[in-house]
T-cell receptor, first 115, second 113 residues
């Protein structure tokens, strides 16, 4: 059973471009979470999704950021018109339906650098 | 708003020492608490999960305790090894199963041979 997969692992964008980060949860997991780790900061929650639904987006910046988890395919975190302050490591985590376990399993992260 | 604090930010110990990593949180109404390990440039590995109804969990040389009333958790590492060198993160789940986690900034541990 492969772990949580994220791609790309490293992404470089120029200011004003769009960044698309992908997350494939573990097999059988229907819950996906995105977290951001800024330099010298702890991980901060961004958004929690289930298939085709956003459950909690209380940590998402109001502008330029969006997330989806379609019925088929990976979850996507999209950042439009990136700025230098968006440079960070973005981690995806997944968990199975709540009757099984509360543990969140994390992917290796995507390190975004904005030039 | 839940806040999680881990002090000190960094710790260096000689190999073989038993050590305790501390975590404190401001809102005692938590659902669970997890300890993670993060190696440089890598993702997070879950070490131990303690439900709010539990007092401690053990895995190998690791033991995590939880005191909800005082808002504290400790991660005890026995007989530390250089391979234990990493950043240890404490995270609190506050609202139930599958809830978001609130993280501390972590403690970077260095175990000297």
């Amino acid at each position: 059973n492969a772990g949580v997969m994220q791609n790309p692992r490293h992404l470089v964008r120029r200011r004003g471009q769009e960044a698309r980060l992908r997350c494939s949860p573990m097999k059988g997991h229907s819950h996906v979470y995105w977290y951001r780790q800024l330099p010298e900061e702890g991980l901060k929650f961004m958004v929690y999704l289930q298939k085709e639904n956003i459950i909690d987006e209380s940590g998402m910046p109001k502008e330029r950021f969006s997330a989806e988890f379609p019925k088929e395919g990976p979850s996507i975190l999209r950042i439009q018109q990136v700025v230098r302050g968006d440079s960070a490591a973005y981690f995806c985590a997944s968990s199975p339906p709540s009757t099984y376990t509360d543990t969140q399993y994390f992917g290796p992260g995507t390190r975004l650098t904005v030039l | 708003k839940q806040e999680v604090t881990q002090i000190p930010a960094a710790l260096s110990v000689p190999e073989g020492e038993n050590l305790v990593l501390n975590c404190s949180f401001t809102d005692s109404a938590i659902y669970n608490l997890q300890w993670f390990r993060q190696d440089p440039g890598k993702g997070l590995t879950s070490l131990l999960l303690i439900q709010s109804s539990q007092r401690e969990q053990t895995s190998g040389r690791l033991n995590a305790s939880l005191d909800k009333s005082s808002g504290r958790s400790t991660l005890y590492i026995a007989a530390s090894q250089p391979g234990d060198s990493a950043t240890y993160l404490c995270a609190v789940g506050s609202t139930g199963a599958n809830s978001k986690l609130t993280f501390g900034k972590g403690i970077t541990l260095s175990v000297r041979p």
